[in-house]
């Protein structure tokens, strides 16, 4: 049999073609990073520009990570995109993530979620918002009236469902009922196309200043700490008693008593521990730079972290919390 000898031009026309087979193969070696995706919210709450931050921090300080945050419509979509796997961490308020820990609520359909708390962001507030002139000054008088509950979604509309529930009003028949998300709800207030709104949202909120600081409306805050008794009785020490301080909003000069919980960084149990653990240590060693995107921000720290969760904590975390001493109930 004749043997076919391979010149130096058809070697080199070889080798060319093999080395772009190699280059187009992916190798683990060379530029490979893991991505993840931080779940937040809206973009007028806190959640997405404080997910912004947090995205910025982790890409910056944690070799091999790529963090994008992504708008969402809150809790209960950030619960379903975690347990569909399409999130790898979210943001989710407390009584929203013990109903998709336990399978309850919006979350039957679906089943038990196996998530777990990265950590413990801060407290939320639920802020029933409208304007001076609009006969609402306390939560009985939103009976009958123009209110928008929240975005379908999020926690904002289980928590004040469950709010006006309580107090004997059916969000759906007592009121006339818009479902939109905090930016909408604000424009339909200045357009006094609603009498009121509610958000579950850290204080402060951009859009609630934007709402105080326009000429021409008198914004005014609904006290709301009256539910919290019958919240607890029905669905445990989840809720408690907060407070918006005055000046907290420019026109606002007195205390606002209201329904608080616990907003919850979360992920799913199946999570990597080194990477829980290192999201953690990124935070706290750069809280500063997360306060810079978001005042309250300020609230993150050792003693605060591992308290106020409705759910358990990841392994990963608890490793981070016993080798710092984080205190945690």
Request: charged content about 25%; proline content about 5%.
């Amino acid at each position: 049999m004749e043997k076919k000898v391979i010149g130096r031009r058809d070697f080199l026309k070889f080798s060319g073609l093999l080395g772009g087979i190699v280059l187009l193969t992916p190798s683990p070696i060379f530029g490979q990073k893991r991505r993840i995706s931080i779940a937040t919210g809206g973009t007028g709450g806190s959640w997405y520009p404080f997910g912004g931050g947090l995205a910025a921090i982790l890409t910056k300080y944690i070799p091999g990570i790529e963090a994008n945050a992504e708008i969402t419509s809150a809790s209960v979509d950030n619960c379903m995109l975690l347990g569909k796997k399409k999130s790898d961490i979210g943001f989710v308020v407390a009584d929203v993530a013990y109903d998709a820990y336990q399978g309850l609520g919006k979350f039957k359909d679906m089943g038990k979620i196996p998530l777990r708390a990265v950590a413990v962001k801060w407290v939320h507030h639920l802020h029933v918002v409208t304007l001076g002139g609009s006969g609402i000054k306390k939560m009985a008088d939103l009976r009958g009236g123009r209110v928008s509950i929240g975005a379908p979604g999020s926690g904002t509309e289980i928590r004040s469902t469950r709010a006006l529930e309580v107090l004997g009003i059916d969000a759906y028949k007592d009121l006339k009922t818009e479902r939109l998300s905090f930016t909408e709800s604000a424009d339909a207030l200045k357009d006094r196309k609603i009498d009121a709104y509610f958000g579950d949202l850290a204080i402060p909120t951009s859009t609630i200043i934007d709402l105080a600081v326009t000429p021409g409306l008198n914004m005014r805050l609904i006290p709301n700490s009256e539910v919290v008794p019958k919240l607890r009785e029905k669905y445990g020490p989840i809720y408690f008693k907060a407070i918006i301080p005055k000046n907290t909003y420019p026109g606002i000069d007195y205390d606002v008593e209201n329904c608080g919980v616990s907003s919850l960084i979360c992920t799913l149990e199946s999570e990597d521990d080194n990477l829980i653990y290192q999201i953690i240590k990124a935070m706290i060693e750069h809280q500063k730079e997360l306060e810079m995107v978001h005042k309250q921000a300020a609230s993150i720290s050792i003693s605060s972290i591992g308290i106020g969760s409705s759910i358990p904590f990841h392994s990963g975390a608890l490793k981070y919390f016993k080798e710092n001493k984080v205190p945690t109930r």
